[in-house]
């Protein structure tokens, strides 16, 4: 089963009883688990007998369905049937569901899940909780999509994908369950091989009501995937392949006990994996000629929005010569043409289009 990368929660939730109804899935396990703010089921899927727990959840922001988009193709094949007797896995496909519809990050109540984790003031996060206080996973891996405006610091590549070790206090100790998470993520990133792009590390600041902090805090290893954006890859195909590599190799690793280095050769192989910035953006258009002659530098930022059933890519002027975008995805010149040979219509609310450039909405 393919879904795109917006797709109603209903068209999930077809999809999901389709693939599990299929005699090769019937060893899955589905339950639904609670209630979304709005009232859709949210499910939970256990599959294996191993003595390793592993617990995985996608799509607490709504907007972020690469994640979810690689596991239902997971599902549809043989590939976790391996891991049987060697894992317990508990799989949430989709934790937000409205957010899923609405195409927001926050869920129907504009609560950013992944900064609930202390208040459990929503339904989902709830569930979350419950999850882990039920199942007491020995790894979780949580998942996650990130914007286009992730780059090295120099902004020579874009990060197609990123990591993160969470920190468990706020002196960012690396404890044993720390170390485990490092020793996981040096062994995806040094296998996912990108042509014209990197693999990179998130910031790892302290915050306890962020679920990952607060798992760590507990001790749980835990692993934060952000599947990133490279090229045009707008639909996230790309990525989606990307992220199911990614997944076999975190639990082909799980499966088999993760076998640790030294804890000096695990902090040294993670802390050599380049950290990301925001270096990025979707479109500049450099040497933009204005009225007066002079040359600036437009950054120009796609804004998503759900039309129907179509996810559209409306470009909007965000910057102005700023320093920090170093590069983008789509990087055009202007330096040729003078103000009056510009065919460039701005609206106030800063949406620009431009034949000559090509730069126009377009849906996915």
């Not at 009883?17 to 499910?43: A, E, F, P």
């Not at 010569?321 to 789509?330: C, G, L, P, S, T």
Request: proline share 2%; net charge negative; glycine share 6%.
């Amino acid at each position: 089963m393919k879904l795109n990368r917006y797709f109603k929660y209903s068209e999930f939730e077809k999809g999901l009883d389709q693939i599990l109804n299929r005699s090769k899935n019937h060893s899955w396990q589905k339950s639904v688990i609670g209630k979304s703010v709005l009232g859709k089921s949210i499910y939970g899927l256990k599959f294996g007998s191993g003595n390793n727990h592993v617990l995985i959840w996608s799509q607490m922001h709504g907007n972020e369905s690469t994640s979810t988009r690689a596991l239902i193709r997971l599902l549809d094949s043989d590939f976790f049937h391996q891991f049987e007797q060697n894992l317990e896995l508990y799989i949430i496909p989709v934790l937000n569901p409205d957010g899923c519809d609405f195409w927001t990050r926050n869920n129907a109540n504009n609560v950013d899940l992944n900064r609930d984790a202390i208040d459990l003031s929503q339904p989902e996060s709830k569930i979350l909780r419950t999850a882990i206080d039920d199942f007491q996973p020995d790894f979780c891996l949580n998942l996650h999509d990130q914007r286009t405006i992730y780059g090295n610091d120099s902004g020579t590549l874009p990060a197609q994908f990123s990591f993160l070790a969470p920190a468990g206090d706020a002196e960012k100790t690396i404890s044993g369950a720390r170390l485990k998470a490092m020793s996981l993520i040096n062994s995806i990133a040094g296998a996912i091989n990108l042509e014209s792009a990197y693999v990179g590390r998130y910031g790892d600041d302290f915050n306890i009501n962020c679920i990952g902090d607060y798992c760590m805090s507990r001790g749980i290893p835990i692993v934060l995937f952000e599947g990133g954006h490279a090229g045009q890859d707008y639909d996230r195909e790309e990525a989606a392949q990307l992220y199911e590599n990614a997944l076999k190799i975190a639990l082909t690793k799980l499966s088999n006990d993760l076998k640790l280095q030294s804890r000096d050769e695990i902090v040294d192989g993670y802390n050599e994996i380049p950290s990301i910035a925001q270096t990025y953006t979707d479109i500049l258009l450099k040497q933009v000629s204005d009225a007066r002659g002079s040359r600036q530098d437009l950054a120009i930022m796609y804004r998503e929005v759900i039309d129907g059933d179509r996810l559209w890519f409306i470009p909007v002027i965000t910057d102005i010569d700023q320093e920090q975008i170093k590069n983008a995805h789509r990087v055009l010149d202007a330096a040729h043409l003078s103000f009056e040979e510009l065919d460039l219509l701005i609206e106030e609310c800063g949406v620009v289009q431009s034949t000559s450039f090509s730069i126009r909405s377009f849906y996915k």
